[in-house]
T-cell receptor, first 112, second 115 residues
Framework: QKEVEQDPGPLSVPEGAIVSLNCTYS??????FMWYRQYSRKGPELLMY????GNKEDGRFTAQVDKSSKYISLFIRDSQPSDSATYLC????????????FGAGTRLFVKA | DTGVSQNPRHKITKRGQNVTFRCDPISEHNRLYWYRQTLGQGPEFLTYFQNEAQLEKSRLLSDRFSAERPKGSFSTLEIQRTEQGDSAMYLC?????????????FGPGTRLTVL
């Protein structure tokens, strides 16, 4: 079993839809939970991070963490074609090096 | 451009050949990471440097793989006697260690194809 599980999709939605992306994990030591976005042929770039449980909002993006369920989510409101990318959940803990474990990524297509 | 750069962007080689990739991190970032990403998967951690010291290596990093960061600036990743299973995107990332969550900045990657 992988430490981080993420449905690879693909997920196809119409423009303006609300998108929900999710990951589950098994390591209770994880403290920092991140979402990276990766466009085709590019490296990942950080979208948002959350420390421990709770919600965090940034514009059209909301990240949620439920440590009791070991479940994290990213919501995208009013999705745009430019949001079409692969979304990777990632997590690490406050140990030497902050080794980051990534999910497999969910491919999202937003149709105009 | 002050981001992470990687060279070459693409490499095609024959099985059994050696290849070397280079990563130039963001200036003054003391942490440098190498990841491998295959199609449909997220980046998998390979190794990590703090300045010039290699502090952690994944079990994925077989004896055919070696990484260096001789002066704590750029890094190289060498794969000896390449195998078809080595075909992947090799990503480099750097961080300055100041954020509590260790934000990593990724380069564009080197795509390796082993024929």
């Amino acid at each position: 079993q992988k430490e981080v599980e993420q449905d690879p999709g693909p997920l196809s939605v119409p423009e303006g839809a609300i998108v929900s992306l999710n990951c589950t994990y098994s390591n209770s030591a994880f403290q920092y939970f991140m979402w990276y976005r990766q466009y085709s042929r590019k490296g990942p770039e950080l979208l948002m991070y959350t420390y421990s449980s709770g919600n965090k909002e940034d514009g059209r993006f909301t990240a949620q963490v439920d440590k009791s369920s070991k479940y994290i989510s990213l919501f995208i409101r009013d999705s745009q074609p430019s949001d079409s990318a692969t979304y990777l959940c990632a997590m690490n803990s406050n140990t030497g090096g902050f080794k980051t474990i990534f999910g497999a990524g969910t491919r999202l297509f937003v149709k105009a | 451009d002050t981001g992470v750069s990687q060279n070459p962007r693409h490499k095609i080689t024959k099985r059994g050949q050696n290849v070397t990739f280079r990563c130039d991190p963001i200036s003054e970032h003391n942490r440098l990471y190498w990841y491998r990403q295959t199609l449909g998967q997220g980046p998998e951690f390979l190794t990590y440097f703090q300045n010039e010291a290699q502090l952690e290596k994944s079990r994925l990093l077989s004896d055919r793989f070696s990484a260096e960061r001789p002066k704590g600036s750029f890094s190289t990743l060498e794969i000896q006697r390449t195998e078809q299973g080595d075909s992947a995107m090799y990503l480099c990332a750097s961080s300055d260690g100041t954020s509590s969550y260790n934000e990593q900045f990724f380069g564009p990657g080197t795509r390796l194809t082993v024929l």
